[in-house]
């Protein structure tokens, strides 16, 4: 429960550490935030694409159902590392949505941005060496955009830095 209370405080609250001015982000709390944040971006994304493309759907209901699952990863790794500090779900839920939404949001609209704007990637197949290499592009530039996202959230006591209060 103690976890519980102070998480609560945490979210809705100014914390002791706020009140000393915001955390001295680095550029490697950044990569490791980001990194994170791609790889439920990359399990989402290649399993509603590939899911999609199996199935036959046309490029809107894969991209929403692909947008979907990124989000739904994302928020389920940061929801299993919190819930293992001995955090109640509800708040460990609300952690994952205020550490996570942000980055996934901006890397979920570069990631899509560049597979929409690269040339036939949107009609690749999955044999297709074009499907695997755009989508591994899309998601190194959506890696590069999301991380200066990362450091300043995570320099204003937000994003990642919501997480880091529940490891010990």
Not at 5 to 17: G, K, L, P, W
Not at 99 to 111: G, H, K, P, Q, R
Not at 112 to 128: E, K, R, S
Request: net charge neutral.
């Amino acid at each position: 429960m103690r976890h519980e209370a102070h998480a609560h405080a945490d979210i809705h609250t100014h914390t002791h550490d706020q009140h000393r001015g915001p955390a001295a982000a680095t550029w490697s709390m950044a990569a490791t935030a980001t990194l994170h944040c791609l790889t439920g971006c990359a399990i989402g994304e290649v399993l509603g694409m590939v899911v999609g493309t199996a199935l036959g759907w046309g490029n809107l209901p894969t991209t929403v159902l692909a947008v979907a699952l990124a989000f739904f990863f994302g928020y389920a790794l940061t929801l299993r590392g919190v819930l293992r500090a001995g955090v109640g779900f509800r708040t460990a839920f609300r952690v994952a949505l205020a550490a996570d939404t942000l980055s996934i949001a901006v890397m979920e609209l570069i990631d899509n941005g560049v597979i929409t704007l690269w040339p036939d990637a949107m009609d690749a197949q999955l044999d297709d060496l074009l499907f695997w290499g755009s989508l591994l592009i899309s998601l190194a530039v959506a890696f590069v955009v999301t991380a200066p996202v990362n450091k300043w959230t995570i320099g204003r006591g937000k994003g990642h830095a919501v997480v880091h209060r529940y490891h010990h």
